[in-house]
């Protein structure tokens, strides 16, 4: 790998893990501050916003200028939105300028390894980029909990400043202080990211004209008959797990008795699993045989439903970690594939625009669908079968559809041969 692919390891760890940790300190602060339940539910559809609302422009940006910039860029955004959840903005509101920084940061940090490596390494790169980016998960929960927790949090409100009312005098507003610094630390490592050499499109003078580009560009890859599979897989998954870290939170209280501090303990041992799933299969697949993956996705949907069956946590720990190792082999491979066909087909900004637009839409309905049911009495219990059962079933429908594509449509067959080609010249 090439050296500016750690430095964008490194930016994207700091940056992910600071996200992660500041949802766990967003869940606390609404229950410390008496907001319901819907409100906490709610955080995740409102981190996927600006996902949807600014997909068509996002993506163009990106594609405008140094990735390394766009990306300092979007970690200030971040910062922007934890100084206004700091000082007294509702913290739906503050977590969804977070997640506005998070909606630029995307396209730039997967467009980027499109620029910097062949093909051939994509599925590798894209491994090791959710490898890590698990692991920051993994970190950011555990952080965040801790930072929440009695001990540290006593720690932190023990510091007094002469002369200064910082306004920080509870757990999540401190835990909230120092994740700024997290920001930061990613902002520095952004601005060590190397000029790829890649010439730069540049944005048109009327905005609205990106609209129908846009769209052009999500209708291109829903046609393209690898990357309709691809979109789909990847769509599909990360809408499920998107909502499943804030599920897990809430089973965990329900099953098991947890805090908010013990419970991000068991996201972040799904994460752990989707990290080794992650690695494994940046060294076990080739980007030619992504599709084969699909029956895993199947599978991950009965085992969320098998969530429903367990009341301890020798049990939930290793069951999760198998969990989270399924849907790490599953998306790695089709990531990959997706980002190629995207790259192929309209530059590696755009494509990535509309993954994440397809990506957060379905984050933001199946969100918006649990904290409404939630807000009318629905158990953590019933919306755990109702995402298994989504998840096997859809994921069993789309292998139906590329075994559909792979019988009638010939140049599938002769685009995957192509790949694999190319795969063994560059090793």
Known sequence: MKRGFYTIMAAQFFSSLADNALFVAAVELIRTGGGAEWQRAALVPIFALFYVVLAPFVGAYADSRPKGQVMFVSNAIKVVGCLMMLFGTHPLLSYAIVGLGAA?????????????????????????????????????????????????????????????????????????????????????????????????????????????????????????????ISLATTTLFWGVSGNLRYIVLAWSAVALGYSTTQASSLVGVVAIGTAVGAVVASVRMKLHHATRVMPLGIAMGVLIMGMNFIDNVWVAAPFLILLGALGGFLVVPMNALLQHRGHNLMGAGRSIAVQNFNEQACILLLGGLYSFSTGLGLSAFAAITAFGFLIASMMWLIKRWHERNLRNHSAVMKHLTDVARNDQLHG
Request: neutral net charge; aromatic residues 12%; contains cysteine.
């Open 104 to 228: 630029a940061y995307s396209p730039a940090k997967y467009g980027i390894l499109t620029e910097l490596l062949p093909a051939s390494q994509l599925v590798k790169a894209n491994g090791w980029i959710e490898g890590l980016t698990i692991a920051s998960i993994i970190l950011g929960v555990l952080v965040g909990g801790q930072l929440v927790g009695v001990r540290v949090s006593e720690f932190l409100l023990g510091f007094d400043f002469p002369f200064i009312d910082t306004g920080v005098d509870s757990p999540p507003e401190a835990a909230i202080a120092v994740l700024i610094f997290l920001y930061a630390i990613a902002a520095w490592f952004n601005t060590r990211i190397p000029d790829t050499g890649v010439a730069m499109r540049a944005l048109p003078k009327n905005f609205l004209a990106l609209l129908p580009d846009f769209w052009h560009c999500n209708t291109r890859l829903w046609k393209d008959r690898l990357g309709q």
